[in-house]
T-cell receptor, first 113, second 117 residues
Framework: ETGVTQTPRHLVMGMTNKKSLKCEQH?????MYWYKQSAKKPLELMFV???????ENNSVPSRFSPECPNSSHLFLHLHTLQPEDSALYLC????????????FGQGTRLTVV | AQTVTQSQPEMSVQEAETVTLSCTYD???????LFWYKQPPSRQMILVIR??????QNATENRFSVNFQKAAKSFSLKISDSQLGDAAMYFC??????????????FGKGTKLSVIP
C-alpha cells in the first residue's frame, strides 16, 4: 500500500457511457498525475496537476476530462470512449511538481466495449 | 524530448543468482533523476531505487544496486540473490524539468523479469 488509492479497480463501459475514475492520496502531496498504460507501450503521461492547477495536458483527446477539486483527490471523467482507450489507468502523486519520487495507485483496468 | 530505452523485453534469472537489467536514456538536461520501478502482477508501481544525476556514487538499496554511467547515459539495475518475489515488470524512468515548471516522469517500455526456482 503506497497511500494512493484508485477506484474502481476494474471498469467495463460501452462507448456511449459516461463514467469517472477516482484517485485519492493520503500522503500530503501537492502534485497528482494520470498515466495510461497500454500493452507493449511505455507509460504515457496524460495530465499533471500541481497545487490543484493543471500544468500539463499531453495532447489527450477531450473525451478524457480531468478534475482536481483539491490536492488529495483527482478524477478522470470518461465519455464516448473508443475501444483503443482500453488500458490500465494509473494515478500517481508526488510532493510537488518536482518528481523526486512518485507514488502510484494500483490502477483501474478499463475495458471499452 | 527525453527518451528512455530498455532493450531487453524479457529476462530470466535463477533464484539466488544475479541479474542486470539495462536502461539507456537521452537528454540534454544536466539536472535530472533516474528511477527503477517494479510492477508486480498486482499492478502497483513500486519504487525500487532512485539516483540523482549530480551524485557520482551509485545508489544501493539492499539487494538492488545501479550502475550509473552519466557520460554514456546508462542506468542499469543489478538484482543480487534473486528471489521469487522479484518476478515483475521493471521500468526505468527519468525525471527532469519539462520546461513548464514541473518535472515529468518518462518511462521505458519495461523488462519482464522471471525468476526460476
Amino acid at each position: 500500500e503506497t497511500g494512493v488509492t484508485q477506484t474502481p479497480r476494474h471498469l467495463v463501459m460501452g462507448m456511449t457511457n459516461k463514467k469517472s475514475l477516482k484517485c485519492e492520496q493520503h500522503l500530503g502531496h501537492n502534485a497528482m498525475y494520470w498515466y495510461k498504460q497500454s500493452a507493449k507501450k511505455p507509460l504515457e503521461l496524460m495530465f499533471v496537476y500541481n497545487f490543484k492547477e493543471q500544468t500539463e495536458n499531453n495532447s489527450v483527446p477531450s473525451r478524457f476530462s480531468p478534475e482536481c477539486p483539491n490536492s488529495s483527490h483527482l478524477f478522470l471523467h470518461l465519455h464516448t470512449l473508443q475501444p483503443e482507450d482500453s488500458a490500465l489507468y494509473l494515478c500517481a502523486s508526488s510532493r510537488e511538481g518536482r518528481v523526486t519520487e512518485a507514488f502510484f495507485g494500483q490502477g483501474t483496468r478499463l475495458t471499452v466495449v | 524530448a527525453q527518451t528512455v530505452t530498455q532493450s531487453q523485453p524479457e529476462m530470466s534469472v535463477q533464484e539466488a543468482e544475479t541479474v542486470t537489467l539495462s536502461c539507456t536514456y537521452d537528454t540534454s538536461e544536466s539536472d535530472y533523476y533516474l528511477f527503477w520501478y517494479k510492477q508486480p502482477p498486482s499492478r502497483q508501481m513500486i519504487l525500487v531505487i532512485r539516483q540523482e544525476a549530480y551524485k557520482q556514487q551509485n545508489a544501493t538499496e539492499n539487494r538492488f544496486s545501479v550502475n550509473f554511467q552519466k557520460a554514456a547515459k546508462s542506468f542499469s539495475l543489478k538484482i543480487s540473490d534473486s528471489q521469487l518475489g522479484d518476478a515483475a515488470m521493471y521500468f526505468c524512468a527519468f525525471s527532469s524539468n519539462s520546461g513548464a515548471g514541473s518535472y515529468q516522469l518518462t518511462f521505458g517500455k519495461g523488462t519482464k523479469l522471471s525468476v526460476i526456482p
